[in-house]
């Protein structure tokens, strides 16, 4: 198995940054793509960004310009740098990683979540 430990979420005022940070351990082999979804109230998870191995990156279209994804394979971790946080940002923001353990079976993981909220 594989764990994911998120951190960072918190409260921000509008216009205001956030970093978050997500760490794997347990069965790691390898780390093929790591990102972050958020999920609002009432909505479906929705993909923020995530980056592959080879650093090619994806981001959500209403995060691109604001939100910058990295990743330090060496940690096996990921951080998502959120700039301009706006009223329609707030959610729960989850890792995800999709990798491989060390027996060579492809393992999808999900951390439990951090909260973002973004008010005056």
Same mark, same amino acid.
């Given at each position: 198995q594989v764990q994911l430990v998120e951190s960072g979420g918190g409260l921000v005022q509008p216009g205001g940054t956030l970093r978050l940070s997500?760490?794997?351990?347990?069965?790691?082999?390898?780390?093929?793509?790591?990102?972050?979804? !958020?999920? @609002? #109230?009432?909505?479906?998870?929705?993909?923020?960004?995530?980056?592959?191995s080879d650093n090619e990156t994806q981001y959500g279209d209403s995060v691109k310009g604001r939100f910058t994804i990295s990743r330090d394979s060496a940690k096996n971790a990921v951080y998502l740098?959120?700039? !301009?946080? @706006? #009223?329609?940002?707030?959610?729960v923001y989850y890792c995800h990683a999709v990798g491989r353990t060390s027996d060579l079976a492809i393992a999808v993981s999900w951390g439990e979540g951090t909260p973002v909220t973004v008010s005056s």
């Open positions: 997500c760490a794997a351990s347990g069965n790691v082999f390898t780390i093929k793509t790591m990102g972050w979804y !958020r999920q @609002a #109230p009432g909505k479906q998870r929705e993909l923020v960004a995530h980056i592959t740098q959120m700039n !301009r946080l @706006a #009223p329609a940002d707030p959610a």
